[in-house]
């Protein structure tokens, strides 16, 4: 399992400074208790209206950048202390908000893997000082659908064709969103099978209970297995910009946020407010 360190009181704003340093160098921290029950309980509940709601993904973990589409979701990005454990971790002054995200994990799934990956390859974005906080509404093991990473592996320097198991070919991924496939197959480094040399690698986990945070670097390899247990697996993601994010477009990138809705020039540090708002730290323009 990987090192798990006390939050403190339930509700804090800040990482404690071993956090701080599990952070930088696993690439990844558990912060316990990190959402209060109340907020938990709040966010359960929009989950379920929004999966409900038409044009919705229906559970697939593809329902993203609810923020800017629903005031509740809105709520959770900008009234809770989420923004600022980033900043603690990635020792940034000022975090912006790229997009949310839902992850339901069926009920009896239990070959429905997610497979090692970066979210690097998958982002518009560049810099390191980008991070994601996966925040569990039910309770959930590893061997039940948990995170698990690849503990120092932000660190390789490393960008990883992403892999789908079988539906992986330039035609699949192209299928995803266009030219995905494309922008996968220019890329050299090849995920293997990590769980396989222990020697190697080390393999951390997080069984994790409502409320408890995972924060992590979009760097770091990481996958969750199926979920074989008679309860749907919930969690809401938020992915995070810092200081250093530079807008990074090319063909195939996640088109989540594209090139047709900023002007920012390529390269540039991310500083649209509009697109990207400010959640923590000051803000880069007046009201």
Known sequence: MGEEIGAGAVGRARL???????????????????????????????????????????????????????????????????????????DSERIRIYFDQIFVKPAGAAERYFHWHQD???????????????????PATVSTSALEFVAGS??????????????????????????????????????????????????????VEPGDVLLFSYRIVHRSRGNPTDRARVAVSYRWLGDDALWAPVPGADPVIGPEDTAMTPGSRIDDDA????????LTSAP
């Open 16 to 90: 404690t400074e071993a956090q701080r340093m599990a952070f930088r160098r696993d690439g990844v921290v558990k912060v316990p208790g990190a959402v209060d029950g109340s907020t938990v309980g709040q966010m359960s509940a929009a989950v379920e209206r929004w999966l409900a709601s038409p044009g919705s993904a229906g559970g697939t973990g593809m329902d993203r950048r609810v923020y800017a589409r629903d005031d509740a979701f809105n709520a959770f990005v900008f009234g809770t202390d989420l923004a600022a454990l980033a900043a603690d971790a990635l």
């Open 120 to 138: 690097q390859p998958f982002w518009p974005i560049r810099g390191s000082q980008v991070a994601s906080t996966w925040v569990a509404l039910t």
């Open 154 to 207: 932000h660190r390789w320097d490393k960008e990883f064709r992403p892999y789908f198991g079988e539906r992986s070919t330039t035609e699949d991924l192209n299928r995803m969103w266009p030219h995905f496939g494309d922008r996968a197959a220019a890329l050299d480094d090849r995920i293997e099978a990590f769980e396989d040399h222990p020697d190697r690698f080390d393999i951390i986990g997080f069984d």
């Open 275 to 282: 697109v990207f708002p400010v959640v923590f730290g000051p």
